[in-house]
């Protein structure tokens, strides 16, 4: 890859978040090619499609996936924020103030989100995601266990497929989703619901504790102790207001944080889209390891689990109307 000291601190920074998580780009015509974190991180083979370059004059790193994943989810699935783009956040002329549109309450909203998560991921010093090398692989890929998604009704949706690689440095996992059309699977992704959706449904009703987690696995577990868990199929950055509104009307939520920068962004996510339509929301935390099964092993109960600083009291508190809103928003 590339290491032009020309090019500034965005780009060694995205650089080097996508390598350690999707592996090195490389250099084609004006763009270096990564796999897409979204679109392409399922671990089948793809052709990358998420360009990256260096643009000197705006001392800005362009991200461009050509099938059209919004640069925001990109940057969420390495752990970056969308101001990591520029070397230096852009100056603020203060001549144009008056021309700029105001923000829409939709952006403040997000504005506001992001702030949050930073402040989060800078007190708990959670660094840059890299990946293990894992070396070359060196057998078949295989099948470690299937989770299927079910419909409200009961009946399957989709599938989520664990695989394995056994490579020179250990063991490689990889997911891979699959659609039931009726007769039959086909290769493809799902529709947007939560894992477990019947007990889901069920927890709503009857006011029991939800438990959102990062992974089918955590769900498991938390289930094995009696709990209600869900989670999304394919991991972290992938839980869409489509999720969410089947936890609407939940007495109370509480999102489990995986200990790390796409983990924190997620759980802001969820809670982000249940604060206001359920009783209560908190943001917790594996006391030991990074999530919730980390947690488990290492002897704790769920009744043990930490709170995330700053996410926890935000999403804690009440959903604020539009006016304290403003307030919040202005004293920053
Ligand atoms: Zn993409």
Redesign the pocket.
């Known amino acids: 890859m590339t290491h032009d000291p020309a090019q500034g601190r965005s780009w060694q920074l995205i650089t080097a978040a996508l390598t350690a998580t999707m592996g090195p780009g490389r250099d084609r015509a004006r763009w270096t090619l990564f796999l897409?974190p979204?679109?392409?991180a399922d671990g089948q083979h793809h052709n990358p499609?998420?360009g990256v370059r260096y643009d000197p004059q705006q001392g800005k790193t362009i991200v461009r996936?050509f099938?059209h994943?919004d640069d925001k989810d990109?940057l969420d699935k390495i752990g970056l924020r969308v101001r990591d783009m520029w070397d230096r956040l852009p100056e603020r002329n203060p001549n144009q103030r008056g021309q700029r549109r105001p923000p829409s309450q939709a952006q403040q909203a997000q504005q506001a989100r992001v702030s949050l998560v930073d402040k989060a991921i800078d007190y708990a010093r959670l660094p840059i995601p890299s990946k293990p090398d894992f070396g070359e692989a060196v057998g078949p890929t295989e099948n470690v266990c299937a989770y299927l998604y079910r419909r409200a009704d009961g009946h399957e949706e989709g599938v989520v497929v664990r695989k394995k690689t056994p490579h020179e440095h250990g063991e490689k996992k990889s997911f891979s989703q699959a659609r039931w059309s009726g007769t039959s699977w086909e290769p493809t992704g799902f529709a947007p619901i939560p894992y477990r959706l019947p007990e889901v449904i069920d927890g709503v009703q009857s006011g029991r504790e939800i438990y959102v987690v990062e992974g089918e696995k955590d769900v498991q577990r938390a289930m094995d102790t009696g709990q209600i868990a869900t989670c999304n199929a394919m991991g972290a950055g992938n839980w869409t207001e489509q999720h969410a509104k089947w936890l609407h009307g939940a007495g109370r939520v509480i999102v489990v944080a995986d200990r790390d920068r796409p983990g924190y962004l997620h759980a802001a996510k969820v809670a982000e889209t249940l604060h206001g339509h359920v009783g209560e929301v908190r943001v917790l935390q594996a006391a030991a390891g990074k999530d919730l099964s980390d947690h488990l092993d290492a002897g704790h109960g769920l009744d043990q689990l930490e709170m995330v600083p700053y996410l926890d009291r935000h999403y804690r508190q009440p959903r604020s109307g539009p006016q304290q809103q403003r307030q919040i928003t202005r004293s920053r």
């Open positions: 897409c979204v679109h392409e499609s998420l996936c099938a994943c990109v």
